[in-house]
Each structure stands twice: as structure tokens, then as C-alpha cells.
């Protein structure tokens, strides 16, 4: 099946500063989703990108689709501690209704 | 309501036993999802509905998963004879026109 590789891990950070997470792939795919999940709860969507090159914003995150349709990263700005919790990038395959999930980075803001 | 609600939010069940999970999906979305997380691990698909039909059952582990829908409504995951593997959250998404998938908040169950 597709291996989606999403990096880092975990981070921890400062409140106030900038995060960047990325997936990558060997595969192709022509939708990228980046949701979060809090504890407890059901992963709750943050972006959908559907175009090779997009860039989409919501808020201060931005997320872009890879040029390759190989990649993707989402970056944070000025983060905060509503931010903590597990980020997953999800890929759709053309023809195929099933999300295929990243392992996760999990973000924690030091106090 | 306004998004996915899934029932109950927790079940302990004895290993041996069956268990019925269910998915109220958002209302007027045709697509609906279901999937497994294990502790600390991403999500695996189980199985897709479109209306009341499975095009996709390709993520079932075994045959003691089965799922339904009826019409373009409540959906239940069935698991029969669970096995202490089997513990894990089981999440349900809807969608719609779009291929954004939205989530309900998961059941977490236990096999003891």
C-alpha cells in the first residue's frame, strides 16, 4: 500500500514560534488533507489541497501540495497552545474514496 | 446535529464477544468512512460506503468485521468474537460532494 512518510515525529517548541511539519511519498497522489487531532477526539480537518503548486491558508497555518504531487508540508506561525496536539497528513488516490494517513507529528508547546 | 456523533464513546467487552459500534453521519452526506487507530498509530481504513452500498471493504482485518448502512444514514460496524487486537478507537467520517472526509469524535474500545 502507499507509505506516506511524515516527519518529524514530535516536536517541542516555545510558544510563539513557527512550525513546520512536511510527508512525503514515492507515490503520486492528487489530493493532500492535513487534519489535527486532540486528545479524545476525532481528527478534525485543517486543509485540503487538490491542485500540484497550490498553496492554501487558513488562518496562520498554510499548507502547500507538493510540485510532484509527491509532497507536502504545513507550516504554523506564531504558534500557540490551542496548536498542541497530533497532526496528520492524509493522501486520496484518483479513483479511491479512502484516505491513507501519515503516523502522525505530535506538536507540544513548552511553557 | 451538526457533525458525525458515534455510540457509545467507550465499550469494555470481554474477549469472545460482539460488539456493535454505530455512525450517525452528517446529515445529507453520501460517503461514509470507517477506521482504526490504534494506540499511538495513524489511521487504517476499514471500509467505505456509498449510500447504502460498499464499493470498498478492502481494509476489513477479518471476517469477523462486517459493516451496514441503511439508505444514506446510520452506519454500524459489527465485530464479532473480539479478540484483545481488536482494542482500539474506531472512527467514522462522512463527506459529501467534496472528498473532504469529517470526522466523529470515536469509539474507544477495550477487550479485556
Known amino acids: 500500500g502507499q507509505q506516506l512518510n511524515q516527519s518529524p515525529q514530535s516536536m517541542f517548541i516555545q510558544e510563539g514560534e513557527d512550525v513546520s511539519m512536511n510527508c512525503t511519498s514515492s507515490?503520486?497522489?492528487?489530493?493532500w488533507l492535513w487534519y489535527k487531532q486532540d486528545p479524545g477526539e476525532g481528527p478534525v480537518l485543517l486543509i485540503a489541497?487538490?491542485?500540484?503548486?497550490e498553496l492554501t491558508s487558513n488562518g496562520r497555518l498554510t499548507a502547500q501540495f507538493g510540485i510532484t504531487r509527491k509532497d507536502s508540508f504545513l507550516n504554523i506561525s506564531a504558534s500557540i497552545p490551542s496548536d498542541v496536539g497530533i497532526y496528520f497528513c492524509?493522501?486520496?488516490?484518483?479513483?479511491?474514496?479512502?484516505?491513507?494517513f501519515g503516523t502522525g507529528t505530535r506538536l507540544t508547546i513548552i511553557p | 446535529g451538526a457533525g458525525v456523533s458515534q455510540s457509545p464513546s467507550n465499550k469494555v467487552t470481554e474477549k469472545g464477544k460482539d460488539v456493535e459500534l454505530r455512525c450517525d453521519p452528517i446529515s445529507g452526506h453520501t460517503a461514509l468512512y470507517w477506521y482504526r487507530q490504534r494506540l499511538g498509530q495513524g489511521l487504517e481504513f476499514l471500509i467505505y460506503f456509498q449510500g447504502n452500498s460498499a464499493p470498498d471493504k478492502s481494509g476489513l482485518p477479518s471476517d469477523r468485521f462486517s459493516a451496514e448502512r441503511t439508505g444514506e444514514s446510520v452506519s454500524t460496524l459489527t465485530i464479532q468474537r473480539t479478540q484483545q487486537e481488536d482494542s482500539a478507537v474506531y472512527l467514522c467520517a462522512s463527506g459529501g460532494t467534496s472528498y473532504e472526509q469529517y470526522f466523529g469524535p470515536g469509539t474507544r474500545l477495550t477487550v479485556t
Open positions: 492524509a493522501v486520496r488516490v484518483f479513483g479511491n474514496e479512502k484516505l491513507t
Open positions: 507515490s503520486i497522489f492528487n489530493t
Open positions: 489541497l487538490y491542485k500540484a503548486g
